[in-house]
């Protein structure tokens, strides 16, 4: 029950009440999770809840625009999402974004006007709207962004919606169609980049486009990897990531062959490789030998290899591959590894499609 500060006596019955304003926004803060994982709109959790205590803690949570700078967008409920919007002043803000069939169109403008103050960002893209169809959106701020587009093969490619976020650091991306990698996002983008979480699926060719755009690269993990065409090896094409230090791949499943190089790529700062055997392909001889061959190709003498679905033990790979200060071989697939290694690597521990 809301407390009721016309009794002259409230703030005898509850001391809390005689707080100072910034004491209660700081204890405000800690109900909240941590920036920029997102509370709910509304309910436990939420800073709409300590607008409905009192009307004194209604006017301190009003006024402290950190509490309403982490959004679930939400198209049902668009009043309610540019109230946290107004409320959180000009601060960087952490959005979530869902947008499917059920699209309101009032919404565009809503998310348009405050793009420039996106940091974090994550956009999910069943269908793009007529009105975002081959729109720019400028995110002059955004350091960490997740996209997923499902659009589907009926959506034209210049009809997609493209991110320029010159100041990008972190990317995750996930697209049903391989152009899309590329539409979404212009080459300032690409350029900014030091995280980058890519599929699956993740076929070579567009990720070869990728990388070739992304120098200052120092993490990279390529899931759901598609290798069964060697068309890109007749190019000649060998891409050079100065700074990657750490790299996971893990295949697609429905990939029936490989190529022993896997990627055309040079990386020579290699510290931390994490990959499935089976990124190699089922077709392929002298297993034992896919490691050392692919690290010599790479040029690369990494300090930790994880191997997931190996064949071979670890024993067996330490002898291969003498150098490796630690190496660790499983004969399962290793995905709940693979992604606790991937934030030990990378320091990313921010998932904003989930919370």
Not at 7 to 16: A, E
Not at 292 to 306: C, E, G, K, V
Request: proline share 7%; glycine share 4%; charged share 20%.
């Amino acid at each position: 029950m809301a407390l009721q500060l016309q009794n002259p006596h409230s703030s005898s019955l509850y001391p809390v009440l005689t707080l100072p304003a910034e004491i209660v926004a700081q204890i405000f803060m800690h109900y909240l999770p941590a920036y920029p994982n997102r509370p709910p709109l509304r309910g436990n959790g939420s800073p709409t809840r300590l607008s409905h205590i009192c009307q004194l803690w209604r006017e301190i949570a009003i006024a402290t625009p950190q509490l309403w700078r982490a959004i679930s967008f939400s198209v049902s409920n668009p009043d309610l999402v540019e109230s946290f919007l107004k409320r959180s002043h000009l601060l960087p803000i952490s959005i979530n974004i869902d947008i499917d069939l059920g699209y309101d169109m009032t919404v565009a403008p809503l998310l348009l006007e405050y793009s420039g103050r996106w940091e974090y960002a994550a956009v999910r893209l069943d269908s793009v709207p007529p009105e975002l169809a081959g729109q720019k959106i400028h995110l002059p701020l955004a350091s960490h962004l997740e996209v997923q587009d499902f659009s589907g093969e009926d959506s034209p490619e210049d009809k997609t919606l493209i991110f320029a976020a010159p100041q990008l650091r972190t990317l995750s991306c996930r697209c049903f169609r391989d152009q899309t990698y590329l539409g979404h996002f212009d080459k300032e983008t690409w350029a900014s980049l030091t995280v980058l979480s890519i599929g699956p699926p993740a076929r070579v060719v567009p990720i070869l486009q990728i990388l070739s755009n992304t120098k200052t690269l120092a993490h990279c993990s390529i899931e759901g990897l598609i290798t069964f065409t060697e068309d890109h090896w007749h190019t000649g094409m060998s891409i050079s990531l100065p700074k990657l230090q750490s790299l996971i791949l893990s295949p697609d499943r429905y990939s029936l062959s490989g190529n022993r190089r896997v990627l055309p790529i040079v990386v020579e700062g290699l510290q931390h490789l994490a990959i499935s055997e089976k990124v190699f392909g089922v077709r392929t001889l002298r297993l034992e030998s896919l490691v050392p061959d692919l690290l010599q190709y790479w040029n690369s003498a990494p300090t930790f290899i994880y191997i997931s679905d190996a064949t071979k033990s670890t024993s067996h790979y330490q002898e291969q591959l003498p150098h490796v200060s630690k190496l660790q071989a499983v004969d399962h697939h290793g995905e709940e590894e693979m992604k606790a290694l991937w934030k030990e690597w990378s320091g990313v521990n921010i998932n904003l499609t989930q919370g």
